[in-house]
T-cell receptor, first 115, second 113 residues
Framework: NAGVMQNPRHLVRRRGQEARLRCSPM?????VYWYRQLPEEGLKFMVY????????ESGMPKERFSAEFPKEGPSILRIQQVVRGDSAAYFC?????????????FGQGTRLTVV | DQQVKQNSPSLSVQEGRISILNCDYT??????FLWYKKYPAEGPTFLIS?????DKNEDGRFTVFLNKSAKHLSLHIVPSQPGDSAVYFC????????????FGKGTLLTVNP
């Protein structure tokens, strides 16, 4: 049973480019969460999605960031016009329901470096 | 504002001894607490959790204690093993947002052989 799959593992972008981060949840999981970890910090909640719905995006920066979880395919976190401050590790987690008590499973993360 | 605080960035213990990792929180709405373990270049892995209606939960070598009045929890690992060396994150969520975890900054545990 494959775990949460994130790709790419490492992504380098120049300032102003777009970054697309992908997350395939565990089989049977329809709830996806994105977290960001800045250097020397803990993980910070960004967005919670179910299939075709954004449930809570209270942790998303107001501009340049968007997320989707289409009916088919992986969840995508998109960052437009990246800046150096976007450099971080982005983790995706999934769960069978929208309850962190059920121990959401995390992927290995995508490390974004903006140069 | 940091609602979950892990004030010790690092901890070093000898193999076989007890490791005690501490966590404080400020948000009285938190009602569920989790500990995650993270190796370099990997995602966090769930370790153990505790509900606010309990004060202790045990799973093998790992025990979590919760002191609600002090808004403090701790993770005890005994006996510690070199494979326990990792970053440990304390996390919490509230009943109204039980999908949203608030994490501390983590404590790097090193268990020396």
């Amino acid at each position: 049973n494959a775990g949460v799959m994130q790709n790419p593992r490492h992504l380098v972008r120049r300032r102003g480019q777009e970054a697309r981060l992908r997350c395939s949840p565990m089989k049977g999981h329809s709830h996806v969460y994105w977290y960001r970890q800045l250097p020397e910090e803990g993980l910070k909640f960004m967005v919670y999605l179910q299939k075709e719905n954004i449930i809570d995006e209270s942790g998303m920066p107001k501009e340049r960031f968007s997320a989707e979880f289409p009916k088919e395919g992986p969840s995508i976190l998109r960052i437009q016009q990246v800046v150096r401050g976007d450099s971080a590790a982005y983790f995706c987690a999934s769960s069978p329901d929208g309850n962190a008590n059920t121990e959401a499973f995390f992927g290995q993360g995508t490390r974004l470096t903006v140069v | 504002d940091q609602q979950v605080k892990q004030n010790s960035p690092s901890l070093s213990v000898q193999e076989g001894r007890i490791s005690i990792l501490n966590c404080d929180y400020t948000n009285s709405m938190f009602d569920y607490f989790l500990w995650y373990k993270k190796y370099p270049a990997e995602g966090p892995t769930f370790l153990i959790s505790i509900s606010s209606i309990k004060d202790k939960n045990e799973d093998g070598r790992f025990t979590v204690f919760l002191n609600k009045s002090a808004k403090h929890l701790s993770l005890h690992i005994v006996p510690s093993q070199p494979g326990d060396s990792a970053v440990y994150f304390c996390a919490a969520h509230s009943q109204g947002s039980n999908y949203k975890l608030t994490f501390g900054k983590g404590t790097l545990l090193t268990v020396n052989p």
